[in-house]
């Protein structure tokens, strides 16, 4: 049974910054690819960047130069790390867990002045 619980959304102005948790619980964290999705209101979810149990990245275009994520095996935690927020970035953003198809509830992130 694996769950995770993200922390770490708020409001914050144009141009700021917020980092990202996710915390997981369960066997074997460091082999398995996890990521960021995003759901703005009246839109699909989106990916925002994945990280591979070896640490490979990848970033959604829209996103690319301004986040970044990154994982601590050992702590068994995936961290967002975003810069230089837009207003668009506002959304709920979930950690997702690839190898078992599990999803967070979600942190609020909003964007705005």
């Known amino acids: 049974q694996v769950q995770l619980v993200e922390s770490g959304g708020g409001l914050v102005q144009p141009g700021g910054s917020l980092r990202l948790s996710c915390a997981a619980s369960g066997r074997f964290f460091s082999i398995y690819d996890m990521g960021w999705y995003r759901q703005a209101p009246g839109k699909q979810r989106e990916l925002v960047a994945s990280?591979?149990?070896?640490?490979?990245?990848n970033y959604a275009d829209s996103v690319k130069g301004r986040f970044t994520i990154s994982r601590d095996n050992a702590k068994k935690m995936v961290n967002l790390q975003m810069s230089n927020l837009k207003p668009e970035d506002t959304a709920v953003y979930y950690c997702?867990?690839?190898?078992?198809?599990?999803w967070g509830r979600g942190t609020q992130v909003t964007v705005s002045s």
């Open positions: 997702k867990h690839y190898g078992l198809s599990v």
């Open positions: 990280i591979t149990g070896g640490g490979s990245t």
